[in-house]
């Protein structure tokens, strides 16, 4: 356990009940939980008793008067479940309130003494939530919340009697939105603000300056969102993509969020990206901040881009105007200024900055960059501010002012902590919300990359080798989600829930207290507030997976396959059906493989075990079409490459359900493995015309080309691998039109037995990409 600062341990015995079974409760709106209270995250210290308390239409919130810390937070309480269980609840200051009132009160004498540290307390007389301070007591209003929501319906309902003392870990529980990539608006940026309130964040960092677009209105430089926020995007006014992309924040609209944030107890963190990731603002004023003096339009290329900003004191006054309205808007210590993925190549063809570096004694590119972050932040550090940065600020020598936030891995945060400077840890291999959370076809756009469930649960983020005194440099973590594959908000939805209820405990919880099995058996009761709450989470943890082990030759020949199905996450029970029926608590509980006799339809769905669906029904046509059929996510990457994205038909385009393509940026090839080609003559083949909208930088040249025998290359399918035979070459059609879908037929010549097939486009690479969405195998009965 993590003792308090009060050196109190709380007693062994407490322990088992932090996750103690919950009441079965008979009254309106009563629930029985399996194993665990329905908290995420979990509080420090939980004491639970027999009992409960009703909350209805007659429930009275009450507050001392002029306790405004309570009435805040009994006004958030009172929007709360009104907006999840629909009961008009008017908060009252008054010193007598009635018996089985909700009562929050500011309490210096509190027996936790954490940094934003409550109490809660639960009987049938009433509620109490104490806290020394204005932050606990809202954080108490949402554990009560949690416990009055967790059934996901309307009206009144019954809450535990339950003694709970908590505080949170870490003083940074982060979650960054990247809207440069993707601009969303001042309503999606308030719903995502109001999920971290729920979940006990209070950092919001604001991505709000990259090289596809300036996101904040700066009134001394106009340009920067008259021309910086905007861009034409591949395929503009095509298949549904716009015209002109983009959008940004007024300085109104950024003061009505830092005061949204700031209510719910959320710090906003803005982030303008320097000196890389400038095309926007390059664009916009190439004289000032530019150093090639080129006029580049805003970047559609995801990825890096080379357009940095200048090192001159031209340059310089710029950015100081800017962060000076800046900070004018946002009260936060932190402002972030980027410094990732910042590629040099300007400044080392530039003869104007090699002087610079000369004069100033710099002796290479990185160091500039450091020295470029110091000046930045002892000017912040004038104004009461501090620089925060990512970890490729280490590079050139860590600037003396700077904190880290480290996404690369975690060394960055460890070597940072080692010198005595304040760390974030967002590292892409736990935290990053744009991988995608399966391998299953039905993912849609992102990384290609999985982060699932467990493993962001399963992230630490004090590393081992720290001494005590360097672990209090942990500042604590955050979850990121860059924008380049989040169009809408259902996006935003589907990548952060529920793995942000993970992060979230990572953060908020005592390490000793985090336990996997115990945060599913909480899960269920999530589930019913995402439905309550109109949030789109992803149920990919739960999905099922509805696989045929054997070869599809095999299968077509006897005209019957065994199925399994599996989730990612084992919990519940799957529940399927074969005849045609959606499969409810009722169906056949799946305990091993099955058979079945083609053609068949399987159905099947996972129930946790008081009944919630946690994932919709996924179905499985098996039939002689669908075998000999391979989607975009069932074909594989070749031998020498790596499937990296999954695409959109556009960059732009805003509709989850759009179709989508896997795409290695390197390698144009696919694999079809173990195709049954005993009997089959021909092969058609579903292609999309895709942007090549990435910067490589100096990746570049790994991008291969092969080798084409007409203008606009062919579809290759080869024989086993990418070097074996060619069986068919089907000419790519002419055009350039982004976004087209076509299909490719050819005949296939006669081969025995099962084999791989490799698909190899031979396009040219300086045009655009294609994407396969579908390859079929046909016969002569086809």
Same mark, same amino acid.
């Given at each position: ?30 629930? %029985? ?9 979990? #509080? ?81 007389? +009433?509620? /109490? ?15 009560? !919340? ?20 908590? !505080? ?53 430089? #106009? ?78 290329? !995801? ?54 570096? %000369? ?30 940065? !990512? ?48 391998? /299953? ?95 789109? %989470? ?153 942007? /090549? ?66 698909? /190899? ?17 046909? +016969?002569?009965?086809?």
């Amino acid at each position: 356990m993590t003792v308090g600062s009060n050196g109190r341990k709380p007693a062994a015995r407490h322990l088992g009940r932090r996750l103690a079974l919950a009441a079965a409760l008979a009254c309106t709106g009563g629930l %029985a939980h399996a194993d665990a209270l329905p908290l995420i995250p979990l #509080p420090a210290d939980i004491r639970q008793t027999e009992g409960s308390l009703a909350i209805d239409a007659h429930t009275v919130i009450a507050y001392a008067p002029g306790d405004r810390g309570a009435e805040a937070a009994a006004v958030y309480l009172a929007a709360e479940l009104k907006r999840s269980r629909g009961l008009s609840l008017t908060p009252i200051p008054t010193r007598q309130p009635p018996h089985g009132a909700i009562v929050l009160r500011t309490d210096p004498a509190t027996r936790v003494t954490q940094a934003d540290g409550y109490t809660l307390d639960i009987t049938g007389d +009433g509620a /109490r939530i104490a806290s020394r301070g204005d932050a606990g007591l809202f954080y108490g209003a949402v554990t009560l !919340w949690q416990l009055a929501s967790a059934d996901g319906q309307q009206g009144a309902t019954h809450v535990p009697d339950v003694a709970i003392r908590d !505080w949170p870990r870490f003083a940074w529980r982060g979650l960054m939105l990247d809207v440069a990539r993707h601009f969303h608006d001042v309503a999606a940026v308030k719903q995502v603000l109001d999920a971290m309130a729920e979940h006990k964040l209070n950092v919001f960092h604001w991505h709000l300056s990259d090289d596809q677009g300036w996101r904040i209105q700066i009134r001394r430089y #106009p340009r920067l969102t008259d021309v910086g926020a905007w861009r034409t995007p591949p395929g503009a006014g095509t298949f549904g993509e716009p015209e002109r992309y983009g959008g940004f924040y007024t300085q109104e609209q950024i003061r009505d969020v830092v005061a949204y944030a700031a209510a719910r107890h959320i710090t906003v963190v803005p982030e303008l990206d320097m000196p890389g990731h400038a095309q926007a603002a390059v664009a916009a004023y190439p004289e000032l901040v530019g150093v090639t003096g080129e006029h580049p339009a805003v970047s559609v290329d !995801w990825g890096v881009n080379p357009y940095l900003y200048n090192v001159d004191d031209k340059s310089f006054t710029f950015i100081e105007n800017v962060l000076d309205e800046v900070m004018a808007l946002f009260p936060s210590t932190y402002i972030h200024l980027g410094g990732d993925e910042a590629v040099k190549d300007q400044w080392k063809q530039s003869p104007a900055v090699q002087a610079k570096m %000369a004069s100033l004694g710099i002796k290479d590119e990185n160091a500039l960059q450091s020295w470029f972050t110091d000046r930045l932040g002892d000017y912040l550090a004038k104004h009461g501010r501090r620089l925060i940065g !990512w970890d490729e600020i280490l590079e050139g020598g860590l600037p003396r002012t700077a904190s880290v936030m480290s996404w690369r891995g975690v060394e960055g945060a460890v070597a940072a902590a080692k010198q005595d400077h304040d760390v974030v840890l967002a590292p892409a291999g736990w935290m990053y919300f744009d991988n995608l959370q399966s391998d /299953r076809a039905d993912e849609p756009n992102g990384r290609l990359s999985v982060l699932d469930l467990k493993r962001v649960y399963g992230f630490e983020p004090v590393d081992a080798s720290l001494t005590p005194e360097q672990a209090r440099h942990v500042l604590g973590t955050e979850a990121t989600l860059w924008s380049e594959f989040i169009p809408s908000t259902r996006h935003i939805q589907h990548a952060l829930f529920p793995r942000l209820d993970a992060m979230a405990e990572i953060a908020w919880s005592p390490r000793d207290v985090r336990n996997w099995d115990s945060f599913l058996q909480r899960l269920p009761a999530q589930v019913r507030r995402y439905a309550a709450l109109d949030i789109d %989470a992803s149920d990919t943890a739960f999905a099922p997976g509805i696989h045929l082990d054997e070869p599809v030759s095999g299968i077509l020949r006897a005209g019957k396959a065994t199925v399994r199905i599996d989730t990612q996450v084992t919990f519940g029970t799957i529940r399927y059906t074969t005849d045609g029926s959606l499969p409810d608590t009722q169906a056949k509980a799946y305990a091993a493989p099955f058979d079945v006799t083609l053609p068949t339809t399987v159905r099947a769905a996972t129930f946790a075990p008081d009944g919630t669906r946690m994932a919709a029904v996924r179905s499985r046509v098996i039939d002689r079409d669908t075998l000999l059929t391979r989607r975009t996510g069932e074909l594989t990457k070749c031998a020498d490459g790596s499937l990296g994205l999954r695409m959109p038909l556009l960059p732009d385009l805003g509709a989850m359900d759009t179709a989508v393509f896997d795409i290695d940026l390197f390698h144009a090839c696919w694999a079809y493995p173990a195709a049954p080609l005993d009997g089959i003559t021909g092969i058609r083949v579903d292609v999309a015309r895709l942007a /090549r909208n990435y910067g490589l930088a100096h990746e570049l040249s790994k991008v291969v080309s092969y080798p084409a025998k007409t203008a606009y290359g062919e579809l290759e399918i080869h024989q086993d691998t990418c070097a074996g035979p060619l069986l068919a070459s089907l000419p790519l059609p002419p055009g350039k039109s982004l976004g087209e879908r076509f299909v490719l037929q050819g005949k296939l010549p006669a081969v025995r037995g099962d084999h791989d097939l490799c698909l /190899r486009s031979t396009a040219p690479i300086t045009g655009p990409l294609y994407g396969l969405g579908s390859v079929k195998l046909t +016969g002569p009965a086809q």
